[in-house]
Structure formats: C-alpha cells, structure tokens
C-alpha cells in the first residue's frame, strides 16, 4: 500500500494565514510554498515509474521535456502532457527538485505515462509560440504512444496558470490545430489563466503584454474562452479558494461558457483552503481531492 504525505498542521496554518493575503504578494507567497511543499514531496512515492529526461524537441533550450513512465505491465495507457506556470515570463518544467515532477509521479501511480512540458517563454517568443510548441509536444506522443504503451485515444492535456494560457489556446482555438484536430481526449485547467488581459488589478499585465503584445484590442480573440464551443474537447476545471488576481473569475468564465455551448456544465473543483501555488504543489500527498476529480475525469471524460 502506498504511503502518502500528509500537508502538516503548520503548513495547513500558514495557508490559512496568507491565503486571505495572497494578492498582496504574489511573487513572495509562490516562493514560500515552493519551499514548504519540495521538502514534504521528497517523501512522496516515486518507485516504479523510470523517468527519461531531457528530451529535445526544438533548438531553444526550453523546448525539451521529460517522460514519466510507469513500470507495471498494462493494457495501451492514457497519457497526460503537463504544461506549467510562471507569468509569461518565467518557470520552469522543473521549479524545484520536486515541483513540478510531482504532477506526473502522482498520476503515474495510477498507470498514466506523464510527461512534464517545458516550452519558449515570452521573453523568446510570442504568442503563440508557446501554443505551438505545446502543439509540438503533442504530435511527438501521438507518434511515440506505440513505444511508449500509450492509447492514443487517451491524451490528456494539462495547464496550470500561465500554463493553461498555452494549453487551453490549443485545445480550443482551431487555428493551432493540425488538419485532423487536436489529438487530445480532454483538457484539464488548474488555476488557470484562461483570458488575456492587462487590467490595473492584474499585477501581472506587464507580463501578459510581453506575451501577447500591448495592444488589448486583440486580447479577446488569442483567450481561449473565447474559442470553447460545442464540440471543444471535454473539459475539467479547477481553482483555489486564494487565487492570484482574476484567475478564479476566468476559470469560472471557462466553465459557463462551455456549459452555455454544450448545455450541460463541466466538471469543476473549487479547493477551499487552497492557494494559487499549493493547488499544483499539493498532488501527490495525502490531500487527495484534486487527483481524484482528474482521476475520474481521465476515466470517464464524455459524461
């Protein structure tokens, strides 16, 4: 039986702490769960899944990622393509030794090759580079998954902030998808920025602008929301309770609009207690909510 960590009382109380404060300092709370949560990781379980790093894809250094395999013998399994945060302008596949690795050594336990993207960011490319190397990324497993023991049928793709941004951009706007569609079964968006914009409120619209250009007159048309519709892939949706500016307004966005064009809502988990950092941080501990809302939307992701 596995054994998973749990998020100690003092952690649990320094997040109700700051939770209600996350907006007034968003750079220096997502530094401060990063260090909480790496040395509570590296006693998350890790055996049985062989990880292949460093896989190149493009010239840039940034365009390469790592492969997440489990060991069991198994069926054709799903897949889940991970794309992380960072503002436009920074992050890293592996923030820490142990985040973001954490998102598909969670998933792996369960049988699900992960792989863990890394891409440009806007300081070397605009939009949508960043989509189109996702894009990249996605053809590569549709053209490994026999080698890999991946069904095909099962690619799952997910984002978290700025991640979500690059993701949901291909899941949804046909412009970035290749002639036979996007090769993807759903897209899972965690704390995600889903809508461009360079509000005052937004501490981060510099960063957005850098991305997508200052020109906001054309926001609307690169924000994924804009681009759901009837027959965009299933969806799941999740945010925290302390989210940075206007995140938890474009999530929610993202889910009326989809339930608005397929008459019928998404899934969706709003994660009491949790902030903006800790929603990704926390997988593969004890807090098991948020794995198994996207455990059983990777099992059943049509209903």
């Known amino acids: 039986m596995v054994t998973l960590p749990d998020i100690p009382p003092a952690l649990r109380a320094l997040m109700a702490d700051i939770g209600p404060r996350w907006r007034q300092d968003v750079p220096g709370h997502v530094r401060l769960m990063v260090e909480q949560f790496t040395p509570i990781l590296s006693n998350a379980p890790k055996q049985g899944i062989e990880v292949r790093h460093d896989i190149a894809y493009g010239d840039h250094p940034r365009q390469a990622f790592d492969v997440f395999l489990p060991q069991v013998a198994a069926d054709p399994r799903p897949a889940l393509l991970f794309v992380h945060g960072g503002a436009f302008v920074d992050g890293h596949r592996n923030r820490s030794a142990e985040i973001?690795?954490?998102?598909?050594?969670?998933?792996?336990?369960?049988?699900?090759?992960?792989v863990n993207i890394g891409y440009r960011l806007a300081t070397d490319t605009r939009y949508p580079g960043a989509t189109r190397d996702v894009a990249t990324v996605v053809s590569w497993v549709r053209e490994n998954s026999r080698e890999l023991g991946i069904d095909s049928s099962r690619i799952f793709l997910m984002g978290h902030s700025a991640g979500a941004a690059h993701t949901g951009s291909y899941a949804y706007d046909k412009r970035h998808h290749?002639?036979?569609?996007?090769?993807?079964?759903?897209?899972?968006?965690?704390?995600?920025?889903?809508r461009a914009d360079n509000r005052s409120d937004n501490p981060n619209a510099r960063k957005v602008e850098t991305y997508y250009g200052n020109d906001n007159t054309v926001?609307?048309?690169?924000?994924?929301?804009?681009?759901?519709?009837?027959?965009?892939?299933?969806?799941?949706?999740?945010?925290?309770?302390?989210?940075?500016?206007?995140?938890?307004?474009?999530?929610?966005?993202?889910?009326?609009?989809?339930?608005?064009?397929k008459g019928r809502s998404p899934p969706s988990l709003w994660l009491r207690g949790h902030n903006h950092t800790s929603t990704i941080a926390h997988l593969n501990t004890a807090d098991v909510r948020l794995e198994q809302a996207i455990l059983d939307f990777i099992q059943s992701p049509g209903r």
């Open 219 to 261: 926001y609307n048309d690169v924000s994924p929301v804009s681009h759901v519709g009837p027959n965009s892939v299933p969806t799941f949706v999740s945010w925290s309770e302390f989210e940075n500016p206007l995140i938890d307004v474009y999530c929610a966005e993202l889910v009326y609009r989809l339930a608005v064009a």
């Open 178 to 194: 290749p002639a036979e569609g996007p090769g993807i079964a759903g897209h899972i968006v965690v704390s995600g920025r889903v």
């Open 100 to 114: 973001y690795a954490n998102v598909l050594y969670c998933f792996g336990r369960h049988s699900i090759v992960g």
